[in-house]
């Protein structure tokens, strides 16, 4: 499952937790175009809670390939810095794939989420789009709690 949180845009919040359907992230991807299509630059901080939710479904990586080379350009010109928080267990393996080079903007990968969220900022603040850590931590705290 995965949650996002537009309330503090140009910054989309999201949280994955468990493993995704082909339906899920095919419904991401249909998120991420709608957030593209708004033409506003954006930055994103991406909270994998655990293991499973950085599994991709059968079928998936096809899919996701055809929508990056889609909307590659895109992501370049509008997207300003993406910060993803992995599970401590899972950091040496996802710090292997240049999320920078994949994606062609400012791109990190963490392990706690307070570092994360201070990175977006100092990357958001350089192009005058502050990031406020407090509401920020908070909402994300909310997203992550069960339903």
């Given at each position: 499952m995965i949650r996002h949180d537009l309330t503090h845009w140009?910054?989309?919040l999201s949280a994955a937790q468990g493993s995704m359907s082909l339906k899920e992230q095919l419904d991401f991807l249909s998120d991420w175009t709608e957030w593209l299509d708004r033409g506003e630059t954006f930055s994103t901080l991406r909270v994998f809670t655990d293991s499973e939710a950085l599994?991709?479904?059968?079928?998936?990586?096809?899919?996701?390939?055809?929508?990056?080379?889609s909307n590659g350009e895109r992501i370049k010109q509008l997207v300003i810095g993406m910060a993803t928080v992995v599970p401590p267990a899972a950091l040496e393996e996802m710090?292997?794939?240049?999320?920078?080079k994949l994606f062609g903007v400012p791109a990190q990968i963490f392990d706690d989420v307070n570092e994360a969220t201070m990175w977006l900022a100092s990357v958001s603040a350089t192009v005058g789009m502050p990031v406020h850590m407090g509401s920020v931590l908070r909402s994300l705290t909310a997203m992550r709690a069960p339903s």
């Open positions: 140009p910054l989309v599994k991709r479904p059968d079928g998936g990586a096809k899919e996701a390939k055809v929508w990056l080379q710090s292997r794939m240049n999320a920078e």
